[in-house]
């Protein structure tokens, strides 16, 4: 297992997150996973045992039972709290209330002490706002979770699902005020799906904030279980829960360069389109969803795949994002205002 920093911080995180979106199966949740304790608790221990030290959450995951058997699992695992991330977020509707949802102040400091309740902890290490609100000022959410830590209730504070551009103005409003910058992005991302790469990657690059990828095999797409005329594996989660929406014409020219790939070397699809993923210097863990324990071990050893530059190529060729403006004019005036090479 590799590790990498939090952003730009001085912490240490697995480049595979466990993801518990698993775990639970209360109320929609069960589309997407019912694992309980028992095999919960067998799923940390394992991810741990080889190597895992980041785990992720969400307040609305089961209703909060994911968040529970989350935290008794970690408890079960007789690991020292200290040697776990824990991630989890905020955003969602968690009760009937008008202001059960959003990342408003108030929602804001009532999720964080609901989440420590359901977690069985006194902190939480990453908290994320899980989704751009469209009502509440930016300055209010960066404020509330700026309170969070000088609190000591959160450690990091981070943001997902959300555009370039309010992810930069959040981060201009921190710096501006002096309050907690967020330091990492979970966003979609896969071989299939590339557009992150146009407005966020070179963001994220620029000020040095840590990638999250969620759903790397696009909702088990890529992995190579699935036929062109939409068949599947029995009791795959597409079957209910069609997530997140992907180019299938696209998906499978990038399927068959994956499949090559993986034969030749006698892996999984699935495997190499993890590889493909940690193999971009921009992301910093992909977060990974089991509902047994074999998943898991397939996912975990694509982290002892090591991509050639040949591979790597003819993987970003089949899946190249089609030209879009600004980015085919920048690409354009760059070219004709580049220096002539010097004469020798």
């Not at 597409?238 to 014409?249: G, H, L, Q, Y």
Request: hydrophobic share 40%; glycine share 10%; with cysteine.
């Amino acid at each position: 297992m590799r590790y990498r920093t939090l952003g730009n911080t001085g912490l240490h995180v697995s480049e595979i997150c466990l993801g518990t979106m698993t775990f639970g199966g209360r109320g929609f949740w069960s589309a997407i996973g019912g694992l309980d304790q028992s095999l919960a608790d067998r799923i940390v221990g394992r991810a741990l045992e080889a190597g895992v030290n980041f785990i992720d959450t969400a307040d609305v995951y089961s209703e909060g039972l994911s968040e529970e058997i989350t935290g008794q699992a970690m408890r079960n695992s007789g690991r020292a709290r200290t040697e776990i991330v824990l991630a989890t977020k905020v955003f969602g509707p968690t009760g009937p209330g008008i202001n059960d949802r959003g990342a408003s102040r108030g929602h804001i400091l009532d999720g964080v002490k609901a989440s420590l309740k359901r977690l069985g902890t006194d902190y939480i290490d990453l908290y994320q706002v899980h989704a751009l609100d469209q009502i509440t000022p930016l300055e209010e959410t960066v404020r509330a979770l700026d309170d969070l830590v000088r609190q000591g209730h959160v450690r990091y504070v981070g943001v997902s699902n959300w555009s370039a551009w309010s992810l930069m103005k959040a981060l201009g409003i921190a710096e501006r005020q002096g309050w907690t910058r967020p330091v990492t992005l979970q966003a979609y991302y896969t071989i299939a799906g590339r557009d992150l790469e146009r407005e966020l990657v070179p963001l994220l690059q620029a000020e040095k904030l840590g990638l999250m990828v969620w759903s790397p095999l696009a909702g088990g797409l890529l992995s190579g279980k699935f036929t062109r005329d939409g068949q599947g594996p029995a009791g795959a989660r597409r079957a209910s829960f069609d997530f997140p929406p992907v180019n299938r014409e696209r998906l499978f020219e990038c399927l068959d360069a994956l499949r090559k790939v993986a034969d030749a070397r006698g892996v999984s699809v699935a495997r190499i389109a993890l590889a493909y993923v940690l193999a971009k210097p921009f992301v910093m863990s992909i977060i990974i969803g089991a509902k047994t324990l074999e998943q898991l071990e397939d996912n975990l050893a694509a982290t002892e795949v090591r991509l050639t530059a040949e591979e790597m190529a003819v993987l970003d060729q089949v899946s190249a994002l089609p030209p879009e403006y600004p980015g085919w004019m920048l690409e354009f005036q760059h070219a004709r205002s580049r220096l002539p090479e010097p004469k020798s």
